[in-house]
């Protein structure tokens, strides 16, 4: 019954938008998108998507949805429909651009070997006025994979005056300034000393806690053993001090890799906004 209800209303629907002009409801779609009412504009496209029986307007509406779910962050269903869109032109130029979407997506999702790959597509079919734009992904993909080296070079790739390939330099040379093992150092500082690692990363509240916490802990474990026994001592107390003094140097670790993951963020940040000036 279920399913006669779907076929029916579904037939009620196509009835009902073929009764409509497909390209009133395309331009209809096209202003929502246009004022930025993304959803609204998803709910037209698909419309014409799935009744336009002779196709006239696949390549566009196909497209169009596609940039629609990359502004509502639905990046599953926004790569899906890039993925149909490229099959679906044979120019080379615009082929690319949905490969640089498609590039921008996994970048924010984070997936640099995808993008990565999907970059390699555009080897030998780039356009002049493209290659800026190739260029600054292939930096933000290696700089995601900490690939310093390669990030800087594409990024230089992207200025053309001495003074912003120096300013990329000098960012470049901070980054070089941050040890991957900083945030194992910091970690067996603060193993060693509670809240050493803390405060060697400025988080001062932080390593008073641990400092303060841990050594009560193990003034209590010495009261214990003095007024009763070592055995008591170490059944009751220990555990709780094991369990703060690792909580405390896991802390340090996470903390270290915070400011580290920052700082790179800032630099990045300050690359972007060289690019787009």
């Known amino acids: 019954m279920k399913i006669f209800l779907i076929v029916i209303s579904s037939l009620f629907f196509l009835k009902n938008i073929q009764g409509q002009d497909i390209e009133q409801v395309y ?25 336009d029986t002779e196709s006239n307007y696949r390549k566009k509406v196909t497209i169009e949805l596609a940039h629609c779910y990359l502004k ?10 890039y993925d149909l ?25 984070k997936e640099y070997l995808y993008a990565e790959v999907e970059l390699l597509n555009t080897f030998n079919t780039v356009k002049y006025n493209q290659e800026k734009q190739e ?10 994979q900490n ?8 990024f230089n790739h992207c200025f053309e005056t001495e003074q912003s390939k120096s300013q990329i330099d000098s960012l470049f040379n ?24 803390q405060l060697a990363n400025a988080s001062v509240k932080s390593a008073v806690n641990s400092f303060v916490l841990t050594f009560s802990i193990l003034t209590l474990y010495a009261y214990t053993a003095a007024n009763y026994t070592l055995y008591d ?21 996470r903390i270290a890799l915070l400011k580290q993951e920052e700082k790179r963020n800032n630099i990045l940040i300050q690359i972007i906004d060289l690019y787009e000036k």
């Open 27 to 51: 331009r209809f779609a096209v202003k929502n998108s246009k004022e930025e009412n993304y959803n609204r504009a998803i709910h037209e496209f698909e419309r014409v998507f799935y009744f």
């Open 72 to 81: 509502t962050q639905e990046f599953e269903k926004a790569l899906k429909f």
């Open 85 to 109: 869109a490229y099959g679906l032109t044979q120019n080379d130029s615009l082929k690319n651009e949905i490969i640089f979407k498609k590039v921008f997506i996994y970048i924010l999702q």
């Open 135 to 144: 260029n600054f992904l292939f930096g933000l993909t290696y700089y995601g």
């Open 147 to 154: 690939k310093y080296n390669d990030s800087k070079k594409y």
């Open 174 to 197: 901070i980054l070089g300034h941050i040890k991957p093992s900083w945030p194992a150092i910091s970690k067996y500082m603060s193993m060693i000393l509670p809240g050493s690692g």
């Open 233 to 253: 001592a170490v059944i009751s107390v220990l555990p709780w001090f094991a369990r703060y003094h690792r909580g405390g140097y896991e802390n340090a670790y």
